[in-house]
């Protein structure tokens, strides 16, 4: 399986995404300020851009079983997670349907999203029945 995220809006505090499973849209994403290279400010920095593969794994902070990147460079446990705001994230990857704040401000945000990671699950849960599931993460 395939999933690819698009890096489209950036803010000072946040970055919005397009995220596609197997070419396909299912979601925008949330995630902090993507920075130069080499600059990170924990909590408050998006990974680096890269192929990453993505596991299912039971998150001790959410209480359930949420998607994992593997060795992420400089990170530990980035998920992709519900969330809103760039309060909701610490490095991780929020999910929405929707988009807010999109006009010059210095942050965004994603509704819906405890559906959209709902319907992200159960297409992750099918194609990791199948083999392994990879992230690639563009910047803009």
């Not at 902070?61 to 593997?70: A, M, Q």
């Amino acid at each position: 399986m395939e999933c690819r995220l698009d890096r489209r809006w950036l803010a000072p505090l946040d970055t919005i995404g397009a995220l596609r499973v197997d070419g396909r849209f299912e979601c925008f994403t949330l995630e902090d300020a993507v920075r130069a290279p080499c600059v990170k400010i924990a909590g408050e920095t998006a990974i680096p851009a890269g192929r990453y593969q993505l596991v299912i794994t039971p998150s001790a902070r959410f209480k359930e079983d949420l998607p994992l990147l593997v060795d992420v460079p400089g990170f530990e446990g980035i998920r992709l997670h519900a969330g809103n705001t760039h309060d909701d994230t610490e490095g991780c990857l929020l999910v929405g349907q929707m988009l807010t704040g999109l006009a010059p401000g210095p942050s965004f945000t994603v509704g819906n999203s405890r559906r959209a990671l709902g319907g992200l699950l159960v297409k992750l849960r099918e194609g990791l029945a199948t083999g392994p599931a990879w992230l690639t993460i563009t910047d803009p």
